[in-house]
T-cell receptor, first 116, second 116 residues
Framework: QQQVKQSPQSLIVQKGGISIINCAYE??????FPWYQQFPGKGPALLIA?????SEKKEGRFTISFNKSAKQFSLHIMDSQPGDSATYFC???????????????FGKGTLLTVNP | NAGVTQTPKFRVLKTGQSMTLLCAQD?????MYWYRQDPGMGLRLIHY???????AKGEVPDGYNVSRLKKQNFLLGLESAAPSQTSVYFC???????????????FGPGTRLTVL
C-alpha cells in the first residue's frame, strides 16, 4: 500500500520557469517531510525538509509548501536551471521516537528536465 | 570524511548465485538502511538496523539477509539470486547520537546488480 503519492512522474520545464512537484500522504501521524534530489548515477541527497508546524519553508530557489488539512505538500523550484535536471523524491516519516526508527516512506519520484 | 561508501559498484550474477554487498559509513550514525530502486517504483526499504547487532525487516525483505556486526558496516546478502533482484541498491545511514540532524538520511553511491 503506497502511503506517499507523487505527481507528475515526469516534468519538462524551460529555463527560468517554475517547476512544481506534488505529494499526498495518507498517514496523519507523519511529521517530517523531506525532499531528496538524485542525479543520474548518484545516490539521493537531502534537498529540503519541512515539519507540519509551518506551512512553508524556503531555501534559495527551493520552497516546500505544506497543507496539513489536505495532507499534501509540494516542492516549488523557482527560476529553474538546466543543472536542476534530476529525479526528485518526496518522503515522509515519524521523526519522534515512536518506534518507527526514522524510516522514510518515499514517493515514486519525478524526473525533472529543464531545457536551456 | 568519505560519508557512505558501497562495494562493489557493479555486479553481474547468474540465477542461483550468492553475493554480499558491503556498506560502510564514517559518520558514527546509529541507523543504517538498505533500499532498492527500480524504474517507476521509487526507493523501497529492504532491511534496516537501529544499532550494532540489530536488524529489522523493511517493506521488501524477501530473498535478502543482513548483518550489522560493526556499527560502521551494514551487509546485504543474496543467498540465491533471482532475476527479480536486478536493481540498483542503495545504502543509507542516519541518526548521530550527538548533535542535531537526526532525521537526514545520507545515501551511498549505489550498487548496480544484474541477475541473468
Amino acid at each position: 500500500q503506497q502511503q506517499v503519492k507523487q505527481s507528475p512522474q515526469s516534468l519538462i520545464v524551460q529555463k527560468g520557469g517554475i517547476s512544481i512537484i506534488n505529494c499526498a500522504y495518507e498517514n496523519t501521524a507523519f511529521d517530517y517531510f523531506p525532499w531528496y534530489q538524485q542525479f543520474p548515477g548518484k545516490g539521493p541527497a537531502l534537498l529540503i525538509a519541512i515539519r507540519p508546524d509551518v506551512s512553508e519553508k524556503k531555501e534559495g530557489r527551493f520552497t516546500i509548501s505544506f497543507n496539513k488539512s489536505a495532507k499534501q505538500f509540494s516542492l516549488h523550484i523557482m527560476d529553474s536551471q538546466p543543472g536542476d535536471s534530476a529525479t526528485y523524491f518526496c518522503a515522509a516519516s515519524f521523526s519522534e521516537w515512536s518506534g518507527s526508527n526514522y524510516k522514510l516512506t518515499f514517493g515514486k519520484g519525478t524526473l525533472l528536465t529543464v531545457n536551456p | 570524511n568519505a560519508g557512505v561508501t558501497q562495494t562493489p559498484k557493479f555486479r553481474v550474477l547468474k540465477t542461483g548465485q550468492s553475493m554480499t554487498l558491503l556498506c560502510a559509513q564514517d559518520m558514527n550514525h546509529e541507523y543504517m538502511y538498505w533500499y532498492r530502486q527500480d524504474p517507476g517504483m521509487g526507493l523501497r526499504l529492504i532491511h534496516y538496523s537501529v544499532g550494532e547487532g540489530t536488524t529489522a525487516k523493511g517493506e521488501v525483505p524477501d530473498g535478502y539477509n543482513v548483518s550489522r556486526l560493526k556499527k560502521q558496516n551494514f551487509l546485504l546478502g543474496l543467498e540465491s539470486a533471482a532475476p527479480s533482484q536486478t536493481s540498483v541498491y542503495f545504502c543509507a545511514s542516519s541518526y548521530p547520537l550527538t548533535g542535531r540532524d537526526t532525521d537526514t538520511q545520507y545515501f551511498g553511491p549505489g550498487t548496480r546488480l544484474t541477475v541473468l
